[in-house]
């Protein structure tokens, strides 16, 4: 059981542009802040590499999962890039105190990658 923050809870159709705005800028808060705070958490996909030993049966699905594990392996995890998640930034996890968003519910952390996008500058 969570308790959630203080404030109002917002559902995604009564949403406005500039509570959308200030709820991605809170997800690079939380990325930013959580920087250095990895002790402990979980690496996202990290259960992909139990799915042979899951699902030896399903061949197509064992050498799928290998080959994106591989491709993951790939992938950088340099600043910026690679870091804690919250694991589950939806609105419900999320209360409204004057205008600004508080997320809470942190029980799906872990350490992941960043959505880059064109808008950012990092």
Do not use: K
């Not at 009564?14 to 800028?25: D, F, P, T």
């Not at 958490?41 to 999962?65: H, I, K, W, Y």
């Amino acid at each position: 059981m969570v308790e959630p923050a203080p404030g109002e809870e917002v559902d995604a159709s009564e949403l406005s542009e500039s509570q959308a705005w200030r709820w991605g800028e809170a997800l690079a808060l939380v990325h930013h802040d959580a920087a250095g705070l990895d002790a402990g958490l979980p690496e996202s996909f990290g259960e992909l590499g139990g799915v042979g030993e899951l699902f030896a049966d399903d061949t197509a699905l064992v050498e799928a999962t290998g080959r994106l594990v591989g491709l993951m392996g790939e992938l950088p995890r340099g600043q910026g890039r690679w870091g804690v998640v919250h694991g589950d930034f939806e609105l419900d996890n999320m209360a409204w105190e004057g205008g600004r968003p508080v997320a809470y519910d942190f029980d799906e952390a872990a350490l992941s990658w960043y959505r880059r996008c064109r808008l950012c500058r990092a």
